[in-house]
């Protein structure tokens, strides 16, 4: 698979003038993991509307907040598999999120309510607005082992059709461990869920933000 970029041609005094140029998939993968990191937005070759995904500078960074019993820090010395497995997935085919993305369902004003205070640690401005207050998620990469699957990995995100005929994916946090709207799980109701797995993760001593697990994908 190859990807086809427009890139200017900086060399070039007619900044208006255009070329295309081939990347190699490894380049592209290189270009995906800087932005993922650092922050930008990445343009995707599709039939229809072009999908660009954005990244936030903040996308990778963790928080964990004890009064709403969330945290997506990470134990560095024990990286979930599916957390792995997730980021390289975005690094190696962001496309994935523009075709797996579906709307959030909250069936009840407690879930709105938990699910706006978390998205405020990582946007000021009020996501679910009258006239806008649709939200989406991506789920993550699964695994499985001899417990059986495992797939808590998602991501939050607004997608909307701009000005300029692209369809855009605004991705807001990753939700490492299933803590923004939790749910029945091995008989156990959603509030235990959300209390059990909160304090197995919340004050590990060797936790880091979730960018740091990038040093561990080649």
Do not use: W
Not at 29 to 51: A, C, D, F, Q
Not at 169 to 183: A, G, R, T, V
Request: aromatic share 10%.
């Amino acid at each position: 698979m190859r990807f086809d970029f427009d890139l200017t041609d900086k060399s070039n005094n007619n900044l208006d003038e255009k070329i295309t140029k081939k990347i190699s998939p490894k380049d592209f993968k290189r270009r995906v993991r800087s932005t993922l990191e650092t922050g930008g937005r990445i343009e995707l070759n599709s039939s229809g509307k072009k999908p660009v995904i954005i990244f936030p500078t903040n996308f990778l960074e963790s928080h964990c907040d004890y009064k709403l019993k969330f945290t997506n820090l990470i134990d560095i010395t024990e990286i979930p598999k599916t957390t792995l497995k997730s980021l390289k997935r975005i690094i190696e085919d962001p496309e994935y999120i523009s075709k797996e993305t579906t709307e959030v369902v909250l069936n009840n004003t407690n879930g709105r309510n938990r699910l706006r205070k978390i998205l405020k640690l990582y946007r000021k401005d009020e996501m679910f607005k009258e006239n806008d207050n649709i939200l989406y998620k991506v789920r993550g990469a699964s695994y499985k082992d001899i417990n059986g699957k495992s797939d808590p990995f998602r991501i939050y995100l607004k997608a909307y059709s701009n000005s300029d005929g692209e369809n855009v994916y605004d991705l807001i946090l990753c939700d490492i461990y299933h803590l923004c709207i939790p749910s029945y799980h091995n008989g156990l109701r959603p509030q235990q869920m959300l209390q059990q797995t909160f304090s197995l993760h919340y004050n590990n001593k060797h936790n880091k933000h979730l960018r740091e697990v990038l040093d561990n994908i080649n």
